[in-house]
């Protein structure tokens, strides 16, 4: 089993930026390929970013990017992301997930594919 648990989240004005945090417990994530969703009120959760376990490919929902950027640190078992330029819009819970690589340079862009969710930090831009 592999728990998650987010941090980094918060008020920021638009235009601002914040990083994201996801920690990882009970297995190291060195095989897991990972991933960043968000849902906003009254919204399905969607896709923001993925990285795969060897940290080579990284894969981006298409609005977010040169905005946000998805990172990972195995030897800390933390995945990351840097979310710059924030806008009213990007104001959702973001959620991170995990999901054992079956190849190296494999990413997951699809909520089903993962198997472990963290509980997510709640990310509010205003105006």
């Known amino acids: 089993q592999v728990q998650l648990v987010e941090s980094g989240g918060g008020l920021v004005q638009a235009g601002g930026s914040l990083r994201l945090s996801c920690a990882a417990s009970g297995r190291t994530l060195s095989r897991y390929a990972m991933g960043w969703f968000r849902q906003a009120p009254g919204k399905e959760r969607e896709f923001v970013a993925a990285i795969s376990w060897s940290d080579t490919n990284t894969y981006y929902a298409d609005s977010l990017k040169g905005r946000f950027t998805i990172s990972r640190d195995n030897a800390k078992n933390t995945l990351f992301l840097q979310m710059n330029s924030l806008k009213p819009e990007d104001t959702a819970v973001y959620y991170c997930?995990?999901?054992?690589?079956?190849?190296?340079?494999?990413?997951?862009?699809?909520?089903?594919?993962?198997?472990?969710w963290g509980q997510g930090t709640q990310v509010t831009v205003s105006s």
């Open positions: 997930a995990a999901v054992v690589g079956w190849l190296p340079t494999r990413v997951y862009a699809h909520r089903y594919d993962y198997n472990y």
